[in-house]
């Protein structure tokens, strides 16, 4: 029996499954389930959620999307049968509203993390003039999951989508405030690890605004994450007035622009990517080539 026999089958008995749900079920690698799901005639797949860009130094031009094909189709989209719509958008409507509310509820961690890291500092010199925080990543799409994943440098467990945290500090600021911070947020990275009630996984840089500036120059491709993320950012805490003055150095520097360019870029890709992989046997694909699948990395510039 082949890999769409069993995902027919199966749809056809359970009714709609996420790809992760199938794949646990057939047993069969997720590059024949998803191709399976995608091919079959008889079965339709519902994507739920945002794509959105993503910096990859393995792609050409360095765009592509998120979430990958991979993670796509286990996490964020449902397979059922062609013609049962209302079953599909039920399940679909299931996986969404789940999607939402661990995304709330990263979103509203990251806020009290940001609140006790702000407490530590209070006693510096009009301190929440002189920096802000915003969050970026999964969370802002509303796209975190919960699939639990090995943290990098660890290895340890944690839950699915980490909070991407960006402090920039006023250059004006005395340089104990970046220090300050820096080991504050250190701390609440390391307990929210070790915590197993938490194992949430906090990734962060603290900037000084001048550094910023310096990335809009959107050279290197370091300097490309560091506005991608920026454009993306959603205020979190502290000077709205520096948050505002970050988000205007993307229309200074013409980094809109750019980033919109990119944006088309990886759609594009993405589209080439499904159409030659779905008509592309696995057994003659390359490690480049499956590298479309699988999921990028941008842990660059919270190094």
Known sequence: ?????????????????????????????????????MLS?????????????????KVDGFARLSPSILREFLTYSVVGLAGDTTALDGKAAEVLAHIQAVSRAKLDLAAGVVAGIAALVADAPTPEQRFCVFIAGDVVYEMAHDVPRPERSTGKMVRGSDLDLVVIVDDAAPDALPRQLDESIYQQKYRHLINPSAREEIDYIVKRFQRLREQAGFGAFKEMVACKILREGVFLHGSRTLFDAAKALLHEYAVTRKLAAMDVDAARLRRDAERYLLSTDQSVLTGDDLHLFYTADESEEFE
Request: net charge positive; proline share 2%; hydrophobic share 40%.
């Open 1 to 37: 029996m082949t890999t769409e026999d069993r995902v027919e089958r199966l749809v056809e008995r359970l009714g709609p499954l996420t790809g992760a749900e199938l794949q646990a079920q057939t047993k069969d690698e997720v590059f024949d389930c998803w191709k399976a799901a």
């Open 41 to 57: 005639s008889r079965l339709a797949v519902k994507k739920v959620g945002a794509r959105y860009l993503r910096l990859d130094r």
